[in-house]
């Protein structure tokens, strides 16, 4: 049966008021939004002053953050053996060939060791009240850790010489990982220390393996006097060797040896050269040390010849 007209006028005009309702709220709500919108900005609240224990607050806070930074960097330090900010303007690609010419400061590196003339060096060194450098091999050091803890108490500084020796020029990225790595660990868990500073065995060194070696945070490390120890037989010369070479001075990086084969040529040279580098004014401080003192003289790769050593040779050059 079909509504009667009345209802059905009644139904739509009820329609009609709910519609015209939903329109008055919409456009209520628009206004509302656009008022807000051009509202005047709100003042700026007061300015409040802190108290001064607020303030006494904030300064001791900011002390104890900066005393907080102070001991971080003491520590990093502790671990690391900082080489000072000079080495960050030395070119990726180049190597440490001597220090900065200052202070009669010189540095007596050891390679290859440690070995059994690695005790007769460190007593020397003691007794000379001169610091130096030992530039270990993982393969030794593992065999001694004491030697390198030694080393360390005794204020010296332990750098990694690679765990095989092998010429790093001829090894891809994955092997140069797997030979300092493999030695930075020993050295670590040895005297808690991460190496800031490495030398390439042989000296052999060129762009992509000293990119490496920084990129690694390690600073490649050569040296400007040579004493040929590793093939002489007679003492007298590693000291000529050392003491009448043209490159002896401040800032000099002298190259020794403590492993690898027999070194008493070395041990029995060492007192004489320490006399001579004293009567020279020079004294031996530690490769992070000399490296401190100022802008460091740099080698470009090229520039020592690449090792014409047989392969599997260790006593060798560096
Ligand atoms: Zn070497």
Redesign the pocket.
Known sequence: MAAPASARRAQVRRRRRVGLATLFAVVGLVVIGAAWAMRPEAAPAPVSYASQSAVDEAAAAAAASAQEAAKAAKEIEGRTWAVGPYVEEVPKADGIAAGAPVKGLVALTF??GPGRYTYDVLALLKRHRMKATF?VLGSMAERDPAALRQMADEGHVVAP?SWS?ASMVTLSAKDLAAEFDRTNAVIREAVGRVPAIQ?P??GDFDGRTNRWSRAHGMVPILWTVDSNDWQLDDPREVVRNVLEAPTLGPGAIILL?DG?DDRSMTVNALPAIMDGLRKRGLRSVTIPELLRQGPPETIAPGTYAPSTYAEGD?A?A?
Request: hydrophobic share 15%; proline share 8%; net charge negative.
């Open positions: 390679d290859d530039f010489h020796h030398r065995p042989f040896h690898g260790t060798n560096g």
